[in-house]
């Protein structure tokens, strides 16, 4: 059952919410804002200690002063995380890499982190699925 509810927000706000269903196709404000919630309340339920499955994929210039090497020493870091890495070589500087990963929520997060923080690294997104199984 659908129950209605009214928002206040700034205009500004509003503007970059809208472009924002534009960007992504939705037919209304209402689904756009139910995805959002769902999205925000799978994410509290990474915090946990749940095992989970995930896909990051990073783009980086591999000109970037050493960041290939860094880019591999992170992951040698979590290589218990880590099921696979493929690197393409996207065009003359990017190169994209997309890591299977496997292992707590938390510390996959860590893992797409600490990428994602490394200077030169143009995009960085995790993807997570659980498999509703819990660690202890
Ligand atoms: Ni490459």
């Not at 196709?25 to 509290?44: M, Q, V």
């Not at 002063?65 to 870091?77: C, F, I, P, S, Y």
Request: charged fraction near 25%; glycine fraction near 2%; hydrophobic fraction near 40%.
């Amino acid at each position: 059952m659908l129950k209605r509810f009214s928002i206040s927000l700034e205009e500004e706000l509003l503007t970059i919410f809208d472009e924002h269903i534009m960007a992504r196709s939705y037919t209304n404000r209402s689904e756009a804002i139910r995805d959002l919630i769902r999205k925000a309340f799978i994410k509290s339920e990474w915090q946990e200690d749940k095992l989970v499955m995930g896909v990051i994929s990073l783009v980086y210039d591999h000109h970037q002063h050493k960041l290939q090497e860094k880019v591999t020493l992170v992951q040698h870091d979590f290589h218990h995380q880590i099921v696979s890495t493929t690197h393409v070589h996207m065009d003359h500087d990017n190169c994209l890499e997309v890591i299977v990963v496997r292992g707590k929520a938390k510390e996959v997060q860590d893992l797409a982190n600490r990428l994602s923080a490394l200077r030169g690294v143009r995009d960085a997104n995790l993807a997570m699925s659980t498999t509703g199984e819990h660690l202890h």
